[in-house]
């Protein structure tokens, strides 16, 4: 499966605005069926850095992603709170086995 | 919890054997009662580069998992196929919630 490592960082005043629209969007993308997993997660030393762990089932999934009303509605939300631009790195899942990656 | 992200990049020659070892100290990982993930993932641009997706179920748990014979075998394992300093960063997860971060 595909692996994909969002680091963002946001304005400070725009953390928790940031936070509430990207757990929404990560609620709504676990029920797609391409999407294994849509993890949010707040670095430690500083509360302005996040990453979202993105896992994709087939190779189609991303683009299907970006085709949802709440990517959309996510993207246009938070385009103003970024203090740097979005950086994605993709990743092979080497384990656990695909079948793992999720509890459905 | 805590997730901790370790970077990881292994000599060219030594990647197969690299993800043999990773991929037993992940399994014997997961079944330390404070570890609810340990995920194995490799670039897609560059297969000697790899994360380590470590989530934690409560404070003492990366110390506890440090004492095991399984982590002490891979560090050991693995010293020597290192071609630069392991590098972690630290995270608070914040999605989903932490029931939902393993399937046990």
Redesign the interface.
């Known amino acids: 499966m ?2 994909v ?1 969002v680091n963002i960082q946001v304005k400070p005043e725009c953390v928790e605005r940031f ?1 509430e629209a ?2 929404d969007n ?2 709504n993308s ?1 029920n797609e069926p391409g999407i294994a997993r ?8 500083d509360p302005t850095r ?2 979202l ?1 993105e896992v994709y089932r087939d190779a189609g999934a991303p683009a299907r992603h970006k085709e949802t009303a709440h990517y959309a509605l996510w993207r246009d939300t938070v385009e103003k709170m970024m203090a740097a631009p979005r950086a994605s ?8 086995e695909p079948a ?4 459905e």
């Open positions: 595909l692996a490592h936070v990207t757990k990560a609620k676990l849509f993890d949010l997660v707040q670095r430690k030393d996040f990453v762990v790195e993709k990743f092979e899942t080497l384990y656990p793992r990656w999720s509890c």
